[in-house]
């Protein structure tokens, strides 16, 4: 993938290196094996872990960072990227604001409750920042079985703006009252996966489009888009159940089958527009 050069200014705050209170300290395991179950088994949102460990946490907090763009090569990559993703959406959805990216290790306060890093990358509506501890790539790729090419990388930070675009439209709270009338849990999760599956597709629809940006410099090469694919694949709610518990529970998923976020990063891709991404119907 092509992003040396590419135009900084992601809107990042970097609080790698912070204290992170208690994460660091007792109960820290306790709480990255919380978040793990809730996300892998019982199909618990990102906002719904955040609320529970800041419970468990006892009131630990980091303080914030400072706004400004990276210098090592990894946290460079952020910010290149979604500087290219704010491009891509300011062209094609009117109104659209970027989020802020918040770098961070181990867990840190958000607007959702206290994020943890066992929680993967995730998107919080209610401060509208997507959160990264980039230590999750090592782990999406060893413990996963995901691609560790950049473009792979890419498509999870574009997922996560996916969210963004979802909350600025509205889809996200229309999703959320559907889920509270809903009859069943299982009933509940699929407004869940359409969300997902959407982001999946938003994620591919920038990928499309990223070469045309005006932040420049940044473009998919042969190959990436298996790469991306590959990753789909590996972080799909069947793969990643038979890696954490041994078997496939359907009534639990809540991002969707290898197979179905494969297809809707692939429509997205092929499309090159966000109009495709109607994952309700």
Known sequence: MKWQGGRRGGNIEDRRGMSAGAVAGGGGIGVIIIALIG???????PQQIAEITSQQQGGASQQAGVEGTPEDEAGLFVDVIGANINDVWGGAL????????????????????????????????????????????????????????????????????????????????????????????????????????????????????????????????PGDLEEGLKTANAIGDDMIQKRTQGHVTPENFTHGTAEQRMTWLRRGYDSGDPNVCNTSN
């Open 39 to 45: 996300y892998f088994v019982f199909g618990m949102e």
């Open 94 to 221: 009117e109104g659209y604001t970027p989020p802020r990216v918040v770098l961070y290790e181990q867990g840190t306060d958000t607007g959702c409750g206290f994020g943890q890093s066992a929680m993967g990358p995730f998107y919080c509506p209610a401060d509208q920042s997507v959160y990264l501890d980039l230590g999750f790539w090592r782990d999406m790729e060893t413990q996963l079985g995901a691609s560790g090419a950049e473009f792979a990388r890419a498509y999870v930070i574009a997922h996560e703006f996916g969210h963004h675009v979802q909350t600025l439209t509205g889809a996200s709270q229309q999703a959320r009252q559907a889920q509270q009338q809903a009859r069943s849990q299982e009933e509940a999760n699929q407004y869940s996966i359409a969300l997902e599956l959407q982001a999946d597709c938003y994620a591919g629809f920038w990928a499309a489009n990223a070469a045309s940006a005006s932040s420049g410099a940044v473009a998919l090469e």
